[in-house]
């Protein structure tokens, strides 16, 4: 997968011998070279993690009835605080957790701006969706656009875009769980590689076709408190090591990260011309709007019993997930303190590999038994991290197949039974399809996917949501409009854009279609998806129901009738 390589770790901590991935793989797929202790202890959580995860999900397959309300919402049993934990496990990808704290080494303040976006785009769910999307829904999305418009049209639509989403997100995180896993258990080889792979999505069918959102929800909250628990960890290590000084830590970053005082300032990674400035309001506007488009992240708010708690849970979601990307602030600027931008960049050209290589550094270096403690920590918990979240998306989807587009598709609604059945059959197709495009795609840059996902969620679905939620006038016209509006021209300028062809790192690096310039399509699609939805309510010859217009404001707004 990359170019072998040895990094210098800091002074009086030993060397990390690692290898270059793939610049900006979503989960720091750098080859990670590392000892037979750190192998055998790296697996040994690996397993005990799984373990555990599959005694949930027999524990919970006992005891479901096989209803809708169960396999897709968890028969919205779970109190505020357990849903707010199992959104922020499904919420903080490895791409969060490895990522982030990458981009902080190498560029400092404007690798901080990807923990704001993050954050900020919770701000959107809380104040806009969560709440009123619990009132108007049952299980999917779809279920709120369709509450006042002909229902197979809408469904069809939204079905479709959120299987995309969904896909796309999905093969992304089960590449970098084929990179991570096998290489840091120090299985290199493409067999190991395609063996890890087709695991993981082993793994997270038998997770939502035998224990649904039920399963689903306490792995996710099982990976959150590990996530958080390695991350406070980390964080308080870093800290002490610069005796609680937070000028001294950032100084020390500037010095080892070869900018000086530029590394704390504005314009490191995105001052260049104004292609690099668009990309970046691009990638932002995707990022803080994409989130409440996202299918899994929607269908979580199902799972509690009232609109009230979905709110709940949307504040405990942003308190766990606020003081996590806080942290990614800490752990950046401690791997450019202590191991160095340069010693991270030439382990990994994204710096995804700098969390492991500060984990190294902090325990006493790769020869020490604290480094390979923690080591092996981090690995274990970017493992949980990634079969969380696939989990949470492989269920979005499947629920997407068999509640909107079987249903539609039939011409009648399906039997409550049937359904379901649906829905695990999706579930094992979803799996096979994502464990083909992670095989196919393992030697390939897939960071884009991340970016895509969000791109696309926030021009195809936050615009249909918004106007089904807030105008008055909305048809179902307009509604599919905006879905195909949105999710066709994102899913085109990506095509043509510099990540597909025409560099030394997109994924054709040997051809050359490329016409747009931008990395992430976000700042034109997302309007383009507006656009579409209200020009196509300002030309639809069908009328606008008042009267389900505002049946769905007041159900909205006060729960009455909510399921």
Not at 123 to 140: D, I, S
Not at 142 to 147: G, K, L, N, R
Request: proline residues 4%; glycine residues 12%; aromatic residues 8%.
């Amino acid at each position: 997968m990359g170019v072998r390589a040895s990094c210098a770790t800091a002074p009086g901590q030993g060397r990390a011998r690692t290898a270059l991935g793939h610049p900006g793989d979503d989960t720091g797929g750098g080859q990670v070279s590392v000892g037979r202790d750190h192998q055998a202890l790296a697996l040994l959580l690996f397993s005990a993690f799984v373990a555990a995860t599959l005694a949930i999900t027999t524990w919970v397959s006992r005891d479901r009835h096989g209803s809708p309300e169960e396999f897709y919402a968890g028969g919205r049993l779970f109190s505020p605080m357990e849903n707010g934990f199992a959104i922020a496990g499904d919420y903080m990808s490895a791409a969060s957790f490895l990522g982030i704290s990458g981009l902080i080494a190498l560029f400092g303040y404007d690798g901080v701006l990807y923990s704001v976006g993050f954050l900020v785009a919770w701000l959107v769910v809380l104040l806009l969706v969560a709440e009123l999307v619990r009132n108007c829904g049952r299980f999917t999305l779809a279920d709120v656009i369709a509450a006042r418009m002909s229902e197979r049209p809408v469904r069809i639509a939204v079905g479709t875009s959120s299987v995309t989403v969904s896909v796309l997100y999905l093969v992304a995180q089960m590449v970098g769980a084929g990179s991570l896993v096998a290489l840091l258990i120090g299985g290199s080889s493409g067999a190991a590689r395609a063996w890890t792979v087709i695991g993981v999505g082993a793994l997270m069918v038998i997770y939502v076709s035998l224990g649904g959102m039920r399963a689903t929800t306490w792995i996710q909250i099982v990976k959150a408190v590990l996530l958080m628990a390695g991350t406070v960890t980390l964080t308080v290590l870093v800290l002490m090591r610069f005796h609680g000084n937070i000028n001294l830590l950032l100084n020390t970053a500037a010095e080892r990260s070869g900018h000086g005082k530029e590394f704390l300032a504005p314009g490191l990674r995105y001052g260049g011309g104004w292609t690099a400035r668009l990309d970046f309001i691009s990638l932002g506007l995707a990022l803080v709007l994409g989130t409440a488009g996202l299918p899994h992240i929607l269908s979580r708010f199902y799972t509690v019993p009232t609109a009230r708690a979905a709110r709940r849970s949307a504040v405990w979601a942003i308190g766990l997930i606020g003081g996590f990307y806080l942290m990614t602030i800490v752990l950046g600027f401690g791997a450019a303190a202590v191991v160095g931008s340069a010693e991270v960049k030439s382990a990994n050209a994204a710096g995804n590999t700098a969390v492991p290589l500060l984990a190294l550094n902090l325990g006493g270096g790769a020869d020490s038994t604290g480094g390979t403690v923690l080591f092996a920590v981090v690995a274990a918990v970017a493992f949980a991290t990634i079969l969380a979240v696939v989990a949470g998306i492989t269920l979005a989807s499947s629920a997407s197949v068999a509640h909107d587009l079987y249903a539609s598709l039939r011409r009648r609604h399906a039997k409550q039974h049937s359904e379901v059945t649906v829905a695990r059959i999706a579930a094992v197709g979803i799996g096979a399809v994502a464990i083909g495009l992670g095989l196919l795609a393992r030697d390939l840059n897939v960071a884009f996917l991340v970016g895509l996902a969000f791109a696309v969620a926030a021009s195809a679905n936050l615009p249909v949501l918004l106007y089904s939620l807030f105008w008055r006038n909305f048809t179902t016209r307009g509604a599919v409009w905006s879905v195909y509006g949105g999710l066709v021209p994102a899913l085109v300028l990506v095509v043509l854009s510099p990540v597909v062809s025409g560099g030394p790192h997109a994924l054709f690096p040997g051809v050359d279609f490329q016409f747009f310039p931008l990395e992430n399509p976000g700042l034109v699609s997302i309007p383009l998806g507006f656009l579409a939805g209200w020009m196509g309510t300002v030309t639809s010859p069908e009328p606008p129901d008042a009267a389900r217009h505002a049946e769905t404001e007041v159900r909205s707004l006060t729960g009455a009738g909510a399921v």
